[in-house]
């Protein structure tokens, strides 16, 4: 290398310290200790900040504990009282029934008539706490799915017997489309059943004139779906989406005779979710509702309690 230092050379001999280098050099450690400090005020500011947020974690952990300590509480409330109805509202009911029945001697008209309405009241309420009871259950995590294998054509003839009894106006028909060559269902028909019960009734309270129809049909690969249609009264799209959350019920004039909770269709939410599936609605105002529950043919098992899972697992296909 020509560029390489020989003995003797200048760059041996120590460079001489000029004026401005040791100005440099000071400028240099007062640069360095002004960056330090503010490297230390900056850590003790990071140090600061970090406290903060460790003490607004905690604030949150609290908030959290909180919450589900009040959940848990509005659960409890709900199954105790509810549990607490059932037995007084069941009296109402035996009584109501057996002056109906006049095991103890006639009824003027009048009476009958205040009667049936108490006994109407009663069942209304029963149905509430019911579904209340039911929905303080799924919140707390104590309901569960049992599923087992079972035909579609016996579910849709237990709910036309179900219905048989109640379908008073002449003016609506109830029709049960038979089931297409579907595969058996592995779930829990009881569930697939209340969920079906609630959008049945629901058609049948909302449709003055015309049908209500329910059928099944094979969804993607692995699903089934349900529908329920009406020629009742629909809905507004902008009261669609909330429809499915506890205690909505949409403001008609239908609604203003008719009691109910406004829980039949979060239950039905919740129950085909514990199914491993989904519910969804579409309406057109004055035409009629259609309300969907798709499901698997195969439901995923529950995880509690332990004996429930066991049995089910007993007899869960491979698939
Ligand atoms: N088939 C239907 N046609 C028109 N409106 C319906 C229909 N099904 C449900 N709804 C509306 O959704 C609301 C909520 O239904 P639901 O949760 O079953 O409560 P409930 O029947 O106790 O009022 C009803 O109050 C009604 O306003
Ligand atoms: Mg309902």
């Not at 008209?109 to 009871?133: C, H, N, P, R, T």
Request: glycine share 6%; net charge negative; hydrophobic share 40%.
């Amino acid at each position: 290398m020509t560029d390489q230092l020989k003995p003797g050379s200048p760059a041996e001999t120590p460079p001489a310290v000029s004026l401005t280098d040791s100005r440099d050099a000071v400028d240099l450690r007062l640069e360095l200790a002004r960056a330090r400090s503010e490297i230390e005020s900056l850590n003790a500011e990071l140090a600061e900040t970090n406290n903060g947020v460790i003490a607004l974690y905690a604030e949150l952990d609290d908030q959290a504990e909180a919450l589900r300590e009040a959940s848990d509480l509005k659960s409890r409330f709900l199954s105790y009282m509810s549990h607490e109805f059932r037995v007084p509202l069941g009296a109402i009911r035996s009584i109501a029934r057996i002056l109906l029945d006049k095991l103890d001697g006639p009824l003027t008209e009048e009476q009958e008539k205040q009667v049936k309405f108490i006994q109407g009241s009663a069942v209304d309420l029963s149905e509430m706490v019911d579904d209340l009871l039911d929905l303080a259950k799924v919140e707390a995590g104590r309901i569960t799915i049992s599923p087992a294998w079972f035909e579609m054509v016996d579910l849709f003839s237990a709910l036309r017997g179900m219905f048989k009894p109640i379908l008073t106006n002449p003016e609506v028909s109830l029709v049960f489309d038979e089931p297409p060559d579907l595969p058996r269902l592995y779930t829990d028909d009881k569930k697939l059943s209340q969920i079906l019960r609630n959008f049945i009734s629901n058609a049948l309270k909302f449709t003055l004139k015309g049908e209500v129809r329910v059928a099944v049909a094979r969804g993607a690969p692995g699903w089934v779906i349900f529908t329920v249609s009406d020629t009742g009264i629909g809905i507004h799209q902008q009261n669609l989406a909330s429809l499915f959350q506890d205690f909505v019920q949409v403001d008609s004039p239908i609604q203003k005779r008719m009691r109910g909770s406004g829980l039949g269709l979060a239950l039905s939410k919740k129950f085909a979710e514990l199914l491993g599936g989904r519910v969804r609605a579409e309406s057109e105002p004055g035409v009629g509702s259609h309300f969907f529950v798709e499901i698997p043919v195969c439901s995923p098992v529950s995880e509690s309690p332990a004996s429930t899972q066991s049995e089910a697992e007993g007899e869960r296909p491979d698939a």
